[in-house]
Each structure stands twice: as C-alpha cells, then as structure tokens.
C-alpha cells in the first residue's frame, strides 16, 4: 500500500462507507509569498457564500485532527498539492481563525519543486488554497441566512471537521499556461511543474449535487 492511499484511508474512516467527495469553490485573495523564510501566507476558507450556495461557519470547523489539540504540533498539518497524498509540498505552521476567515502560513519544501510553487504563487499563476473536511452539521438557509449572507445562500455548514488543505491551480485558465511556458523557456521553472498543472487543468468540471445531506468530504477552494 502506497503512503497516498493509506492517507485515503485513514480520512474514509473519518466517516460512514460510501460518502462521495465533492468540489467547492469560493473567491478569495491572492496568497502572499516569503522567499527567504520559503513560506505562503493566505486565507483557506471565510464565511461567505461559494459557488455551490454554501456558507460554511468557521467557527464551526473542528481543526483538532489536522492541526492538534490547542494548537500543538500533535496533528497532521502535511499540505500537499492539488490534493494529491503522494505529493506533499510543505506543512503548516499557524492556523487561525478571525472575523469569518481562516488564515494559513504554510513553509514550503526546500525540494526544487518548493522552489516552482513558491515561484508560481508570487506571481499569481497558481492562486489557490483549498481546504478539505467532512461536513459534520448542516441545514437549508433560513430566510434571515439569506438576509445575512445574500439571496444565493442555499445551505449553512455550521460543523465541519477538517482533514487537510492543499495549494492547487484552480482556477487555471489559458493565459496561466501560456505564461508558465514562457517561464519554463527562461528556465525560471521546470518543464515537469508545467506539464502538472496542464494535467490538473485538463481534468473536467465536477457536477455538484444539491447541496442536503451531511457528512461529505469537501474541498472548498480559493482563487
């Protein structure tokens, strides 16, 4: 068994057999990059209505497993990149949440890849922070949801448990590649960084179920 499909299974049995994994999006700010300390510093999830209708409540994101009790260096804290387990890319080292908003410093590997990623993030090719959990708790948005959140609230996440947050390409559009190539004729990165993110770029769109029940794994992606 690979070391990625053990962590597969460590975060299947974090909830009943048979849950589906869905994708979410939601807006938010560029990360920002500091090369001499190799660490991205960004938001990975607010309180704000995503594309798929749901708020989730930060307050109501459990980190103990990820992070460790009280903030302890106890939890998992691995991020990796796009999700993907056999590819580990740095770890946390402060998470927090503030005014709706969950803030993330991530030191990234000294491996050449760390370099790309680091190189990439800077200059707003690769934009994302992700976030994945199971939803714990969940309900339909009441009439004053929508009053405080706006019309396109359909469901509010109250609890969740977070597993993991990753640094991905999404949203990744033509111009980004186009731009990456160019980097990769100057030498600026490597032509494997590009040809990984193409390969994410080209994979298609996932068609979101309506948002009822509980206990999924979500990934609730910035951009």
């Known amino acids: 068994m690979t ?48 594309m798929q209708g749901d708020v989730v409540i930060q307050k109501g994101i459990d980190t103990s497993y990820f992070a460790g009790p009280d903030e302890s260096d106890l939890g ?19 998470l927090s949440v503030n005014g709706g908003q969950m803030f993330a410093t991530t030191y990234i590997t000294k491996l050449p890849e760390g370099d790309d990623i680091l190189t990439l993030v800077d200059e707003g090719i690769i934009r994302g922070l992700s976030i994945g959990f199971r939803v714990l708790e969940a309900r339909n948005a009441s009439h004053m949801d929508q009053k405080s959140y706006g019309e396109g ?30 980097m990769v004729s100057q030498k600026r990165i490597k ?28 990934y609730l992606m910035s951009s």
């Open 76 to 94: 998992v804290r691995t991020v990796y990149f796009d999700h993907d387990y056999s590819r580990p890319i740095g770890k946390n080292v402060r």
């Open 3 to 50: 070391y990625s499909q053990l962590l597969e299974r460590r975060h299947a049995g974090l909830a009943p057999d048979g849950i589906d994994t869905i994708t979410k999006r939601a807006q938010i700010a560029t990360p920002v990059v500091d090369f001499d300390q190799r660490l991205i510093k960004g938001i990975v999830s607010c309180e704000s209505v995503d």
């Open 153 to 182: 609230c359909q469901r509010v996440i109250e609890k969740a448990l977070m597993l993991e947050y990753s640094i991905t390409p999404q949203p990744c559009n033509p111009d980004a590649i186009l731009t990456m190539a160019t």
């Open 191 to 218: 032509p494997q960084t590009l040809a990984m993110v193409k390969s994410w770029a080209a994979k298609p769109e996932i068609v979101i179920p309506t948002p009822t029940k509980v206990g999924k794994t979500v």
